[in-house]
């Protein structure tokens, strides 16, 4: 078992930053790619980061390059989202992922992960 806890969430102006953690819990929770989605009112959950079990590699959306930035600290069993230059389009629930036990490559869609958190609200004002 996997369990994942999302914090750093909230209201910030656009072109502000905030960062948001993952606190992974189980004995096997630093052992797999983790992954950040997003999903805002009437739309798909959609990728957004990812970073492989080494933190080696990591991949972002389009939309987000050059401002995310993902990162872990396997020790603190954490994962970091970095988020500059805030815009109101990136308001959405963010969700915490991990990948099954011992897949260790990053991956962009929703079915290669099978331990979600519950999210946290992020809003970005105009």
């Known amino acids: 078992q996997v369990q994942l806890v999302e914090s750093g969430g909230g209201l910030v102006q656009a072109g502000g930053s905030l960062r948001l953690s993952c606190a992974a819990s189980?004995?096997?929770?630093?052992?797999?790619?983790m992954g950040w989605f997003r999903q805002a009112p009437g739309k798909e959950r959609e990728f957004v980061a990812a970073?492989?079990?080494?933190?080696?590699?990591?991949l972002y959306a389009d939309s987000v390059k050059g401002r995310f930035t993902i990162s872990r600290d396997n020790a603190k069993n954490t994962v970091y989202l970095q988020m500059n230059s805030l815009k109101p389009e990136d308001t959405a629930v963010y969700y915490c992922?991990?990948?099954?036990?011992?897949?260790?490559?990053?991956?962009?869609?929703?079915?290669?992960?099978?331990?979600w958190g519950q999210g946290t609200q992020v809003t970005v004002s105009s």
């Open positions: 992922a991990a990948r099954p036990q011992l897949r260790t490559v990053v991956a962009d869609t929703r079915d290669e992960y099978d331990y």
């Open positions: 970073i492989s079990w080494t933190g080696g590699s990591t």
């Open positions: 189980g004995r096997t929770s630093s052992s797999s790619a």
